[in-house]
């Protein structure tokens, strides 16, 4: 497995693999990437795939996003096609995302997801730390990753890039 930076000629494959991930017909989670892309909120150096074999097999992307005005990261959506799922591949795209997101001296990165998957990756609830969700998601599954260049004050509201309020 390769590990390294979306292309510009990765973008048909990414979109493919959130579809394929996700199958959810009302959110197209290739979509959101191609909308968070265009709207220029994805982070350099923060659109990963994973390629198997010169075959893009996962990715991960993290965009801009705001707590009460001050900037940090949303993760997501993370995406591995069904027939490599639960074999390490979101893993390691989880460990190199946060690892380039730490490099870049972010704050932190927010995410609404599983709660028994992200805190293996240092994943808590937000709450703890006082980052509210913008709706009433429920505690356990939004979440933040501190990273080195936390400082704890990074308080109130999070918000999202537009895209994904378009969803």
Do not use: K
Not at 12 to 39: S, T
Not at 125 to 133: I, R, S
Request: glycine share 10%; with cysteine; proline share 7%.
């Amino acid at each position: 497995m390769l590990l390294r930076r979306e292309r510009p000629d990765d973008a048909d494959a990414i979109r493919n693999v959130q579809r394929a991930a996700f199958a959810d017909p009302e959110r197209d989670h290739g979509r959101l990437v191609d909308d968070l892309r265009a709207d220029g909120d994805i982070v350099p150096g923060l659109s990963l795939v994973a390629e198997l074999d010169g075959e893009i097999a996962g990715h991960v992307v993290c965009s801009r996003a705001t707590v009460d005005g001050r900037a940090c990261l949303a993760l997501g959506p993370i995406g591995v096609v069904p027939s490599h799922q639960r074999s390490g591949i979101g893993s390691a795209l989880m460990h190199a995302v946060i690892a380039a997101a730490d490099a870049l001296d972010e704050p932190a990165i927010v995410l609404l997801g599983h709660p028994s998957y992200y805190p293996r990756f240092g994943f808590e609830p937000a709450a703890d730390h006082g980052v509210t969700p913008p709706e009433d998601w429920g505690r356990d599954v939004f979440m933040v990753r501190r990273l080195s260049a936390w400082a704890g004050t990074l308080r109130g509201t999070f918000r999202y890039a537009p895209a994904f309020e378009r969803m």
